[in-house]
């Protein structure tokens, strides 16, 4: 991840390039709709990194903020979905009992960023940023699905067979453990475009966490058209 901001700001240093020929590939308003891959990393603290998979859809809007330089401020509007499947015990001995977690979370997520286009080749561009996320969690689920085979005296007491779900924004359910519903993070990107089609890579963190205990890290591809 290093790399990418390292990326980011090296491209930043082609502004240098003469502003009027920059200003000519910049147009007033830019529009993209895309999809993407959301690889989402979770920090326990003191206990081992948990990972999300899963995807999404968006819509940003950016506008430019200079008349001599390529430079944009934007925000947007996007969803993303996020599985995990993790196994919480399995008696490997005997195996009698096996319990598996199944969550999931939606969210939606504002960002808001600095760009600055840069003409590389004809119709050829790379357009790194910055910025800030907003985000909400509309649904945080955990499914756990226990499974006993056979009878194993004081040992079943302590399992309930079956399937339950817990809502891991409710106090009710969670008590102090619960997740919050708003954080707050940064990222940095840079997107490749060409004619209309953009290629974006992007990496960033949670300074307002989901729990006081919990960061996040969240790494984007997306693949979105430019209008």
Do not use: C
């Given at each position: 991840m290093k790399k990418?901001?390292?990326?980011?700001?090296?491209v930043l240093a082609?502004?240098?390039?003469?502003?009027?020929?920059?200003?000519?590939d910049a147009p007033a308003r830019i529009n993209k709709v895309s999809a993407f891959y959301d690889l989402?990393?979770?920090?326990?603290?003191?206990?081992?990194?948990?990972?999300?998979?899963?995807?999404?859809?968006g819509y940003n809007i950016d506008f430019r903020v200079s008349r001599t330089m390529p430079l944009y401020v934007g925000t947007g509007l996007n969803a993303r979905f996020l599985f995990n499947e993790k196994e919480i015990l399995d008696d490997e001995v005997y195996d009698l009992v096996d319990v598996e977690a199944h969550n999931t979370f939606i969210n939606l997520n504002v960002p808001l960023n600095v760009s600055y286009r840069v003409p590389v080749a004809d119709n050829f561009y790379l357009?790194?940023?910055?910025?800030?996320?907003?985000r909400l969690q509309l649904y945080a689920h955990s499914q756990i699905d226990t499974d006993i085979d056979g009878v194993i005296g004081n040992v079943a007491?302590?399992?309930?067979e079956g399937s339950r779900g817990v809502n891991l924004?409710?106090?009710?359910?969670?008590?102090d453990e619960h997740l919050r519903r708003f954080q707050m993070?940064?990222?940095?990107?840079?997107?490749?475009?060409?004619?209309?089609?953009?290629?974006g890579l992007t990496y960033g963190t949670d300074f307002v966490k989901?729990?006081?205990?919990?960061?996040?890290?969240?790494?984007?591809?997306?693949?979105?058209?430019?209008f």
């Amino acid at each position: 991840m290093k790399k990418l901001i390292m990326a980011v700001i090296g491209v930043l240093a082609l502004g240098v390039m003469p502003a009027m020929a920059q200003s000519e590939d910049a147009p007033a308003r830019i529009n993209k709709v895309s999809a993407f891959y959301d690889l989402t990393t979770l920090y326990p603290k003191g206990a081992d990194n948990v990972y999300f998979n899963g995807f999404g859809v968006g819509y940003n809007i950016d506008f430019r903020v200079s008349r001599t330089m390529p430079l944009y401020v934007g925000t947007g509007l996007n969803a993303r979905f996020l599985f995990n499947e993790k196994e919480i015990l399995d008696d490997e001995v005997y195996d009698l009992v096996d319990v598996e977690a199944h969550n999931t979370f939606i969210n939606l997520n504002v960002p808001l960023n600095v760009s600055y286009r840069v003409p590389v080749a004809d119709n050829f561009y790379l357009t790194p940023e910055v910025g800030l996320d907003f985000r909400l969690q509309l649904y945080a689920h955990s499914q756990i699905d226990t499974d006993i085979d056979g009878v194993i005296g004081n040992v079943a007491g302590e399992f309930q067979e079956g399937s339950r779900g817990v809502n891991l924004l409710s106090k009710d359910q969670m008590g102090d453990e619960h997740l919050r519903r708003f954080q707050m993070g940064w990222h940095a990107g840079l997107n490749f475009e060409y004619r209309h089609v953009n290629l974006g890579l992007t990496y960033g963190t949670d300074f307002v966490k989901l729990h006081k205990n919990l960061g996040a890290g969240h790494f984007l591809v997306s693949l979105g058209y430019t209008f």
